[in-house]
């Protein structure tokens, strides 16, 4: 089964950084694309990056310059790259994958909490 398992959160000041892992199987890896979600309190979920199965990659405005995706498909892994953190980054961050089984299913691993302190 499609597992995904996030680690690499923690408490950091602004202007520091951290890097998030995401280790995924049950799946294709490499014929995926990826994607780091994150949910702030009373706020919806929403998308921060994205790296393809070519490696090409898309960022939220919010976090464009400031955040790196990247993977390593021999490793089943993705990172998220944080630097220059601001307290607006803080939130629970979430790796998903979308896999088109019967229907279009969004699987997601169970969140690691990022706080960042002014």
């Known amino acids: 089964q499609v597992q995904l398992v996030e680690s690499g959160g923690g408490l950091v000041q602004a202007g520091g950084s951290l890097r998030l892992s995401c280790a995924a199987s049950g799946f294709l890896f490499n014929s995926y694309a990826m994607n780091w979600y994150r949910q702030a309190p009373e706020k919806q979920r929403e998308l921060v990056a994205s790296?393809?199965?070519?490696?090409?990659?898309n960022y939220d405005d919010s976090v464009n310059g400031r955040f790196t995706i990247s993977r390593v498909n021999a490793r089943n892994t993705v990172y998220l790259q944080m630097n220059s953190l601001k307290p607006e980054d803080t939130a629970v961050y979430y790796c998903n994958v979308v896999i088109l089984l019967r229907q279009t299913t969004y699987f997601w691993g169970q969140g690691t909490q990022v706080t960042v302190s002014s």
């Open positions: 790296i393809g199965s070519d490696g090409s990659t």
